[in-house]
């Protein structure tokens, strides 16, 4: 990896902050905070100035410690571990600086990168609107120039800010306005005149997050608070941190579906039930546990494949970066959904804190773009790949991994390659057939390439793993052996998907006797789909015991 903290900062800052939060947010101090739907603005600001956390996200020549993007998405899982509401104030920082770090002017960077590292200053990034939420585009805040002799001298920001994370306790804040120009980013402080803050939302979860609208009225910044001091740069900005920002909600969702399973794990091998424990009932690992497992570290496959290829400098990966938050989340959600209900009873009450993770994680679907919106974010960006390479696109990918079966086959490449394969065979029957034209095909589209990638990505970091190759940095809760076990059923799990959905919404968009579904299922390779399922429990079997580190 070419950027970021060596190895063992990395491990240095992961164990600071795991240690301040075992400290400072035990779990009867994160009930109460949810409960008293309380912000813990002196813990978040701690952890950003104190524990440097702020430093981790400033490039060095401004102070900062230059963390590249695998280190961030470490951090960013941990964060979420501990709490997504805590973790939410601290990204919310490292968001409302983006526009900055992306953006600015060297001047600007060096005058507030430096402020908020020295100071710890807490930031918020001020996007949506009540009537601008997944189409920015549509914003109505705008900012009038002031002009002086015939000179823009600065500019009156009016308009409404809905939903923005730290919006009541930031000190400074990013805002998209509508300038003549165009979108643009304003850097506000948070006591300039006609800038009101309002009261915080009261959420459904990550209560521990500061939620507020804001509204600017007249509020007078100079032509220097315009982020790289030209207008209509501001969509471009953030579209630029997509890639970036979406790996980082993704790493929540990874943590917090983690946290709840490491929870249920040793409950289950607590709980005895019909004579044994639970952790020994097939029927409810292989339903609560192992499923949820499986996905949460497909995503993490693509997640750090993401990030290395963010930190090698490849830009603009927004879809990289919405597959990787899509699939991540979705897992994360149903891992905690499922975590109360492998805690039964005990799940659905408070003390247990599964009930609270799976209110948090709820979140992470919707904001940073929700997850219809990845959908076609992903589904467009790859139908627009399968036409440029002629339906090449996944057949290319189905062959590489195809070469990776040959060399490593117990990684789960094969599985993997014939979800390539069938997936590319429904894209060109939804190409013949105008399929597309139905959002809701582009939209299951979406899924199934987010799908297929990671059982992609994942057969790749398994293989990694069995010639001893993974990155230095990467996660190793699963040895090599085990990891090939997670991949295999993912793999197989993305097939089946990759098939049996894609068929269904191929003859569920096409008019009557348009498709022959029995050529479809043949170039599909059904057949082999099937016969690959072959093995599955066995290996649900391996990952359970993995899990519960038995044999
Ligand atoms: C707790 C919290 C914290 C947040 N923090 C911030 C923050 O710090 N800064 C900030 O700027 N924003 C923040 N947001 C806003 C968040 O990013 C938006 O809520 C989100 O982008 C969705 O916008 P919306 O709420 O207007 O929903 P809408 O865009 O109205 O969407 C409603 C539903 O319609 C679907 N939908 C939308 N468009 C389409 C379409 N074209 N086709 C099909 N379906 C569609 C969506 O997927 C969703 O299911 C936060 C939100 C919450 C709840």
Redesign the pocket.
Known sequence: MSTGLDKDTLILVLDTIRDFGADTMPDEYLIELDTNDEFPEHLVRRMLSELGVSLLFIEEEYGGMSAGTFDIYRVCELLARIDVGVA?GVF?TF?GSDPIVFGGTEEQKARWMGQIGEEGLLM?????EPE????LASLRTTATRIEEDGQIVGYLLNGN???????GYADLYTILANAPGGPTWFVVDRDAEGFEKGKR?D?HG?RA?N?AALSLQDVRVGVDRIVGEEEGLGLVQAQAVFGYTRLMVAAFGLGAGWAALDRAIPYSTERIQGGAPLSEKQGYTHKLIVPHAVRLEAARAYMEETAMRIDDGEELLNTEGAIAKYMATVAGNAAAEDAIQALGGYGYTKEYMVEKIKRDVR?TT????????ME?TIGRDRWQEHLKSRGAFYHDLGADLEKLALAQPNVGATAAALAHHAFAEMMEIARVQRLTRN?HVL?RLGELAATVECAGALARRAAAAERGELPDKADTRFDAEQLAAVSRVFAREAAAKAAYDGLRWVMGASAPGAVDAAALENAMALREIEQAQSGLIADMDAVADALYGRG
């Open positions: 939410t919310a968001l918020a990034y001020g996007a949506t601008a939420g997944s189409d800010k809905q939903w923005i994370s730290n919006g939302e959420k990550i997050s939620t979140i919707i904001y940073e773009g929700t997850s219809e919106i076609m959002q939209f």
